[in-house]
């Protein structure tokens, strides 16, 4: 059987946010086995699977990214929608719009400290639009 559910995620600004709840709370409910599969229909946000527990690890990821794909950057052709739009595809290439995620018992089969992060690369963005599918 498989369950499909298209929303949109809340706008939280740039940054890191988790959204495991935001996930749940929006189905019906786990099967006991399966697969959750999210695709984020965006070329200028991410999902990440990540630690969730230390917010210090947002704040390093955020560093990190700013440096591998600082805004307003001279060697940028693609520049029409913003300083932040090219390195938001950039970092978009690099982490992923889709995640899939084993489903065992009746929830999510992630790690201890992992977490959901929906990952806003733009200063300002349109609705995103994420898209839930559950394989059983």
């Not at 990190?64 to 290439?93: I, S, V």
């Amino acid at each position: 059987m498989i369950q499909q559910y298209e929303i949109i995620l809340p706008w939280k600004g740039k940054g890191f946010h988790l959204i495991d709840d935001l996930i749940l709370d929006n189905i019906r409910e786990l099967p006991q086995t399966g697969l959750l599969n999210l695709f984020l229909k965006h070329t200028s946000a991410a999902l990440m699977l990540n630690e969730n527990a230390d917010p210090d690890v947002r704040t390093d990821l955020t560093s990190l990214y700013e440096k591998a794909a600082p805004e307003g950057a001279p060697f940028y052709t693609h520049t029409l929608e913003g300083p932040d739009d090219m390195p938001a595809h950039f970092k978009t290439a690099i982490t992923g719009n889709s995640l899939t995620i084993p489903i065992t018992n009746g929830r999510l089969n992630t790690g201890t400290w992992q977490g959901i992060y929906y990952c806003e690369f733009r200063s300002f963005s349109s609705k995103r639009k994420l898209v839930i599918t559950i394989y059983s």
